[in-house]
């Protein structure tokens, strides 16, 4: 089975604070991305990652930047957290084009991060 | 991406099938009819796609219609842990970037 790990369920900071955010993929996938959920506003991509140190921003970058060392590491980092980054936060693993052909391109997701800041 | 549409919310016994619905009309020939499905506080989960012929695998069975306007995502024998948000995505594949949920339909099974 597909794991993507994130290395905390809930996690509260303080205003001001610098965060990261933890996924770990152990399937060999290229593609990795950061998604962040808020009610009614659905899910919305902050970044995604398609190789070692590659990254691209995706909707939402501003106040956040990304860190991809390693295949199977992403990391999502919150410079100076603030009240309107409460929410949801989702990491995914994709294989890329090039090992899974057209239609087999699917997302795995972890369970998600529950991040509060005061 | 072409648009779906379906019911904001199911009921379902357990031990019945679930029956889940989702209109694309607008689909188009090169789309893809993925389903996730998200349970409460946990992140989004495949379940299955297709593209014209009707699918099975573990977890459930997708029927696209013919014309390809419409797809049932059927769970055989639904039990208490299916209660879930399922979305229904019609996308060209591969996914490039994003993958963007709908409202989805919450199915809730109950004893």
């Known amino acids: 089975d597909v794991k993507v790990t994130q290395s905390s369920r809930y996690l509260v900071k303080r205003t001001g604070e610098k965060v990261f955010l933890e996924c770990v993929q152990d399937?060999?996938?290229?593609?990795m991305f950061w998604y962040r959920q808020d009610p009614g506003l659905g899910l919305r991509l902050i970044y995604f990652?398609?190789?070692?140190?590659?990254?691209e921003k995706g909707d939402i970058p501003e106040g956040y930047s990304v860190s991809r060392e390693k295949k199977e590491r992403f990391s999502l980092i919150l410079e100076s957290a603030s009240t309107n980054q409460t929410s949801m936060y989702l990491c995914?693993?994709?294989?890329?084009?090039?090992?899974?052909?057209?239609?087999?391109?699917?997302?795995?997701f972890g369970a998600g991060t529950r991040l509060s800041v005061l | 991406d072409a648009k779906t549409t379906q019911p904001p919310s199911m009921d379902c016994a357990e031990g019945r099938a679930a029956n889940l619905p989702c209109n694309h009309s607008?689909?188009?020939?090169?789309?893809?009819v993925y389903w996730y499905r998200q349970i409460h506080s946990q992140g989004p989960q495949y379940i299955i796609h297709?593209?014209?012929n009707n699918e099975t695998n573990e977890m459930a069975s997708l029927i696209i219609t013919e014309d390809r306007k419409s797809s049932t995502l059927i769970l055989p024998h639904a039990t208490l842990r299916d209660t879930a948000v399922y979305y229904c995505?019609?996308?060209?594949?591969?996914?490039?970037?994003?993958?963007?949920f709908g409202q989805g339909t919450i199915l809730t099974v109950h004893p």
């Open positions: 995914a693993s994709s294989f890329s084009l090039l090992r899974t052909g057209v239609a087999k391109n699917i997302q795995y």
């Open positions: 399937m060999d996938h290229e593609n």
């Open positions: 990652s398609y190789d070692v140190k590659m990254k």
């Open positions: 607008t689909i188009s020939g090169n789309e893809y």
């Open positions: 297709g593209l014209k």
């Open positions: 995505i019609v996308r060209v594949a591969p996914f490039y970037g994003k993958l963007t």
